[in-house]
Structure formats: C-alpha cells, structure tokens
C-alpha cells in the first residue's frame, strides 16, 4: 500500500512539473499581464519610458541642447550649409518646413503612452489594426509608411526595454512584431471572431522573431562569459565545466530556436564562443564567419604587403647601419 500511494504522490508531481515545464514563460520577453502584476513590473515599464526620453527625438537631443537653444537663438547656424538641417530651420521659425513639421511632431508628442492606450483598446474590442510605422533613413530621420497590412493584434510585449505589438496576420498567418513608439495614425479595423493563438517558445529566442524551428544547441564558452550565458539563457540552460579546460571553459546546453537573430547572437561573442552541435549549425555560423572575413581580406592582404615592405626597408637600413659599424667607411677608404 505504501509503495503504490509513494507512486501515486511521484506520478502527481511529475505531472505537475510537465505542466509547467510546457506552460514555461519566454525569459526574454513579459506579457502585460505579468508586467503590471508587481511593482518589479511597473519600474521594468518605467525604465523603458525613460530609454525613449533618452532618444534622439528627446532629451538625447532635441530637448537638451537641439531645438531649445535654436529657438533661443544662442549660436548662429547660418554655418550649417546642409539643406536638411533641422537647428538652421528652427532658428529661423521655418515652422511650415516640409523637414522640420515632423520632427516638431516627434519631439512634441505623447506617441508611446498614447499608442499603447490605443492598442490596448483594439486588442479587448477584437478588431483587427491598421497603422503607419516608421524607420530611420540615413538623415536620422524617421519615415513613416502607410501600406496595407491585414493584421489582427495579439499581445504588447515588454522585451530589451521597448514595447511590441505582436500580430498576426491574416493573410500568411505569420506573427509579426511593431514597436510600439514608432506607429502613429493607428485605427482599429472590423471586427474578429475570436484572437488567434501565439505559438508557445520551445526554448531561448535570441530576438523578439519567432524561430522557424527549435534545435538542441552546445556551446564551448570561455568561463568569463557564465553569468552572460545564465541571465540570457536563464532555465533553458544546461552549463557545466569543460573537462578538456576546466579552468578557462564551460560547456553550455540549451534549446533555442535557429533564426538570423541566433547567427548574430553567437558571432557577437567571436572567438570567445565555439557552436559543437548540431553540425548544421556550425556550418552556418562558420560559413557567416568566412563570408565576414572575406570582407576584410583585401584590407588585410594590402596591410600584410605594406608591413612586409616596411620590414623590408628596415632590414636594408640595419644592414647598412651594421656595415657602416662593423667596417666604417674611412677606414675602408684610408686602408
């Protein structure tokens, strides 16, 4: 009898434990729900709140030492020869300029709170979303684009301090991701039956993309490197140390999902990192490193040549500096 309640009480828990081992939370991302379920949260949000402020648009820029002292008139710009050049357009209270217009509206504005009051708004009333969304150009400028994108909102994230709208879309079923701050004109479409599903994250997703699929990963770290690996990987991981060099290394073992974002999450650590499976896996990564490498071959080619001329020269300049010592050139001439 104690023996089948003693396998009753084991089966339970095991249970229990798969349950949750199948509901496990990404470690990189928080649903809303989470987020504001604590104050950690709410100073999580905060935080990202003020990261935006820091931008270029804000107190990184515009409102600290940019649009204010233009406006004020405290250097003269008439120097600033650059046709889009934001602090000439300003001291000169060019409102109506075509440049400046949206960068006033940027500056000036409540985007973030704003957007995700909107977005809540049209995820609880099941419609489906429509918005512009904006991308920087090479004047730093943000562009915003109006196409047609049949999307129905999902969930905001809150990951690498910013705020996400995950959305499906309706067309390819695709999940797709927005930030938040950089939609503006948003309005809710027609109505849905019902939100469809999120897939559930199999393992460590090194950006906000979802995988195609989800592979046992093993990694050769240099042991510097431990804390990085637990706090990104968190209960994904699997890390002990490496027996061939226990002192330097550790061996790390981890589900994660193969993407662009795994690629340059792995090339970012350099030598300091080494991919032992799966071998499809390090096959890519060291073909990415030959195509990187590639890149600076001709550079390296032409450094290699010139340091060999140098050292050339400079043995051809000892050379006759020993000459010159070992059979001075007077005493050569007067014997």
Known sequence: MKILNLFILVLFFSLVSCNEWLNVSPEDQIGEKDLFSNGEGFRNALNGIYKSMAEYELYGRQLSWGLPEAMAQTYDYTWATCRSNDLQFTSNYDWTNSHLEPIIDKTWSLDLLDNLECVHQIIAEKRKIHFQYGKY???????????????????????????YLKAVSEDTGEVRNYRIDRMRKILPGEKIAHLPKLPKPEGFSADIFVPEVYEDVQLRVRRVLLDDMIEQLGNYAHVRLDEKDPEHCILVRARMGISYGLYRWIMKYGASMEVLAPESLRKEVAQRIRAAAAVYYSLSVSLYSAQQKTDSISAVRCGILWNDYACPRSFARVS
């Open 137 to 163: 150009n090479i004047h730093r400028e943000i562009e915003y684009y109006d196409k047609k994108r049949n999307l129905i909102p999902c969930q905001v994230v809150y990951t690498s301090e910013r705020f």
